[in-house]
């Protein structure tokens, strides 16, 4: 940044009038007070020319004697003391305080043309330079990750006992101050900025957002980007950090304070797959802007709600007592409340549930506000059945359910058990979970409905279920014949479309594990596989001619870690996806791949070229035929198992990793689709940690410092993993 008279005919002299707008004309200093800057007391300031610091764009300085211990700020017309040194490490600050956004774009090109030069110097034999140069640099790194890891607040650096702790190990070891620490932060973080910019860089991604207020009632908007590494076919996501609210919480605030986040990543609408919020009436209006702008941008970005939310909707209606149920939830949480308020008893608790059981146990609190949280709250009580009866009888409790009572919880623990199962599942972000969805949704249902049949349940849980099936339905549809493919084209409460989203749908097909589609209509399936073809019809014009090549993983995928869900089998887990399992054991009549290269042929012997050698344009029917012939070759071939003989959970990554040269249009579309959370649990747990960063005795910290500290606790383990997973990067 320069003054436009910087290249008038005298360019070392800038009058006054040049740098501040609409400034009054010069007077006699003695006829002004101190704050008025020098530039409107007569001083005329000049272009830093031997200057060598970036920061110069923006100060200018005095060529009168008196003043040139002071430059002036040309964005805010301000005189910025920086001593007989003429150090800028005031100027900065300044810049820091008063001009975020210019303050930032200067590191980012600091940090850019630090890298640049660490390339450029590689392999060379600099090592003598930089240890003279770089002062104890494992030192300072290790002591920012340590602070930013455990919450450290920057004045522990400055605390008596931190230095003589550091003392005590090296005599020699420097001493960080304050403003070392504060500028060692700043340079981390825009450090970890540019690398995770260049990793997201072209790269198809999904997004979760969301909103929060601080201890000091300040609002703040996060967001985390999630993406398919195409390079070791991983999943990854990143933190971006938190925005300070400055207005309202509308639709159009919400998408705003997204495309803030999104803009400081260089990330396009283009790029954006799909945005998950919650189901709040705000963010389901956001949702449908986002959709709208990206259109306008030339994206096609698809949303949908926080399935966990939804489901949040229909369980607690199992929160409060009916007629039905003898007043079984009231009885359970006098227990509890029990336990909670007396030490003594909880005690005795935990001593007879470990005699009994073998581990000590206490009980748990339900919180309207907590998912599966009635669930955990009655499968413990349960649980604790004979350890209760006994303490009743003993007299160390002073009441305890009846018989019909516990059979009330019994049932109450059958039904809820689905639910906890689907929501603990999809919360995930270091795993697949989008194509999860449908079956989730299937499972769920066919659990109301067979409690609401069930001659064996009791009463309670039969006017429950009935009540939970009727929202189950007005949010998520019936589930009957040609519905599930098309009840996303209508809009239910909130005007948030009912049933599930289409993309969540044909994400379903291209997860191995899942392309079976149970518990779909068939009639719905074909339905899919329609829309599915159509996506991919157009993704293979504008992408052109591929030709599949048979094989398994390339030799530059040697070094690549498997990526596992990392979740470990159990046998509830288990139970629930039985019929995913019987399924996948199947054999299908699978189509040749030979066959399916002779269709490639006759369509396109050669990219762009006929059987005489001939060009021949790539048109829209010649790329339906080849995804259709793909398509049709991966719908013929088998699944995989849900769980795999190790008792993990198999990662529908590490097959397309495989069998991506078979299918490259199909592993295109995977890579973008199967990226998609299926809750906005991820950028909930954003405020997790911002809460333990402004904390109470840190409420007055400055914004700007919060989002490097938040953004760096979550990014710097997620980068160390990325580059964990791919070799090279």
Not at 171 to 186: F, N, W
Not at 408 to 425: G, H, R
């Given at each position: 940044?320069?003054?436009?008279?910087?290249?008038?005919?005298?360019?070392?002299?800038?009058?006054?009038?040049?740098?501040?707008?609409?400034?009054?004309?010069?007077?006699?200093?003695s006829e002004v007070t101190p704050s008025i800057p020098f530039v409107d007391r007569g001083g005329s300031v000049k272009q830093n020319v031997l200057g060598r610091s970036e920061v110069w764009k923006f100060f200018r300085i005095y060529n009168e004697k008196p003043y040139k211990m002071h430059a002036l700020c040309v964005l805010c017309n301000t005189d910025v003391f920086y001593g007989a040194t003429h150090c800028t490490g005031n100027l900065s600050r300044h810049m820091e305080r008063k001009h975020r956004k210019e303050f930032d774009l200067l590191q980012s090109q600091k940090e850019s043309k630090r890298q640049r030069l660490l390339s450029s110097a590689s392999g060379t034999s600099n090592g003598c330079i930089t240890n003279f140069t770089s002062n104890c640099a494992g030192f300072e790194e290790c002591l920012v990750k340590w602070m930013i890891?455990?919450?450290?607040?920057?004045?522990?650096?400055?605390?008596?006992?931190?230095?003589?702790?550091?003392?005590?190990?090296?005599?020699?070891?420097?001493?960080?101050?304050?403003?070392?620490?504060?500028?060692?932060?700043?340079?981390?973080?825009?450090?970890?900025l540019y690398s995770i910019k260049k990793i997201l860089k072209g790269k198809d991604v999904s997004l979760t957002t969301d909103a929060w207020t601080s201890v000091a009632r300040d609002g703040y908007v996060t967001c985390t980007l999630h993406f398919v590494e195409p390079k070791s076919w991983t999943l990854h996501n990143f933190s971006l950090g938190l925005f300070k609210k400055n207005g309202t919480s509308t639709a159009i605030d919400v998408v705003r304070y997204a495309e803030e986040h999104l803009n400081n990543f260089e990330i396009s609408y283009t790029q954006l797959t799909c945005v998950v919020t919650d189901t709040e009436s705000t963010m389901v209006a956001a949702g449908r802007l986002f959709k709208e702008k990206s259109v306008q941008e030339g994206g096609e970005t698809a949303w949908h709600g926080c399935v966990d939310h939804v489901l949040e909707l229909v369980t607690k209606l199992a929160f409060r007592d009916i007629p039905d149920s003898i007043g079984t939830l009231s009885a359970c949480r006098s227990i509890v409340n029990?336990?909670?308020?007396?030490?003594?008893?909880?005690?005795?608790?935990?001593?007879?549930?470990?005699?009994?059981?073998?581990?000590?146990?206490?009980?748990?609190?339900?919180?309207?506000?907590?998912?599966?949280?009635?669930?955990?709250?009655?499968?413990?009580?349960?649980?604790?059945?004979?350890?209760?009866?006994?303490?009743?009888?003993?007299?160390?409790?002073?009441?305890?359910?009846?018989?019909?009572?516990?059979?009330?919880?019994?049932?109450?623990?059958?039904?809820?058990?689905?639910?906890?199962?689907?929501?603990?599942?999809?919360?995930g972000e270091s795993y697949v979970?989008?194509?999860?969805?449908?079956?989730?949704?299937?499972?769920?249902?066919?659990?109301?409905?067979?409690?609401?049949?069930?001659?064996?349940?009791?009463?309670?849980?039969?006017?429950i279920s009935l009540l939970m099936l009727a929202k189950f339905r007005e949010e998520f549809g019936s589930g009957l014949e040609t519905t599930v493919a098309t009840d996303h084209l209508v809009e239910g409460n909130r005007r948030r479309a009912v049933g599930i989203p289409k993309i969540v749908l044909m994400a379903m097909y291209l997860d191995p594990r899942t392309k079976s589609a149970v518990g779909i209509p068939p009639a719905d399936r074909d339905l899919i596989w329609q829309d599915l073809k159509s996506v991919l019809t157009e993704l293979a014009v504008s992408i052109g001619p591929l030709t599949p090549c048979p094989g398994s993983v390339g030799d530059d995928m040697a070094g690549v870690v498997n990526q596992h869900n990392g979740l470990?089998?159990?046998?509830?887990?288990?139970?629930?996806?039985?019929?995913?399992?019987?399924?996948?054991?199947?054999?299908?009549?699978?189509?040749?791949?030979?066959?399916?290269?002779?269709?490639?042929?006759?369509?396109?012997?050669?990219?762009?070229?006929?059987?005489?050698?001939?060009?021949?344009?790539?048109?829209?029917?010649?790329?339906?035929?080849?995804?259709?012939?793909?398509?049709?070759?991966?719908k013929s071939g088998n699944g995989i198992p849900m769980i795999e003989p190790s008792g993990k959970f198999a990662c529908p990554l590490t097959w397309w990793r495989q069998h991506e040269n078979d299918f490259p249009y199909l592993s295109k579309l995977a890579a973008k689709y199967l990226s998609i959370p299926a809750t906005s649990a991820p950028a909930e747990r954003v405020f997790s940690t911002a809460g333990l960063t402004i904390a109470k005795d840190r409420a007055r910290l400055d914004p700007d410092r919060a989002n490097e500290l938040v953004f760096m606790h979550d990014s710097i383990p997620a980068l160390d993993q990325y580059k964990l997973a791919v070799p090279g990067e």
């Open positions: 940044m320069s003054d436009n008279n910087d290249k008038s005919p005298q360019p070392s002299v800038i009058a006054a009038s040049t740098i501040a707008v609409n400034t009054p004309s010069p007077v006699p200093i890891k455990t919450y450290q607040p920057l004045s522990a650096v400055q605390e008596d006992t931190f230095r003589d702790m550091l003392t005590s190990l090296n005599k020699k070891v420097p001493a960080v101050s304050y403003g070392k620490i504060r500028s060692l932060m700043t340079q981390k973080y825009h450090e970890t029990y336990f909670k308020s007396s030490t003594q008893a909880n005690l005795k608790l935990k001593e007879k549930s470990k005699a009994r059981l073998g581990m000590a146990l206490s009980v748990v609190q339900d919180v309207c506000t907590r998912w599966w949280s009635t669930y955990t709250m009655c499968e413990r009580l349960y649980r604790l059945k004979d350890v209760l009866t006994i303490m009743s009888l003993e007299g160390d409790l002073r009441s305890t359910l009846s018989d019909a009572q516990w059979v009330v919880v019994w049932d109450l623990i059958v039904l809820l058990k689905p639910f906890m199962i689907a929501q603990k599942l999809l919360e979970t989008i194509s999860l969805i449908p079956y989730m949704l299937y499972k769920i249902r066919s659990s109301l409905e067979a409690a609401n049949v069930n001659p064996d349940s009791s009463a309670q849980v039969k006017s470990q089998r159990n046998n509830e887990m288990a139970e629930f996806f039985d019929e995913i399992e019987q399924e996948a054991e199947v054999d299908a009549e699978e189509v040749p791949y030979d066959l399916l290269q002779e269709l490639y042929d006759d369509m396109n012997p050669m990219p762009g070229m006929n059987n005489n050698g001939q060009a021949v344009p790539w048109t829209p029917e010649r790329a339906r035929l080849v995804v259709h012939a793909e398509v049709d070759h991966y």
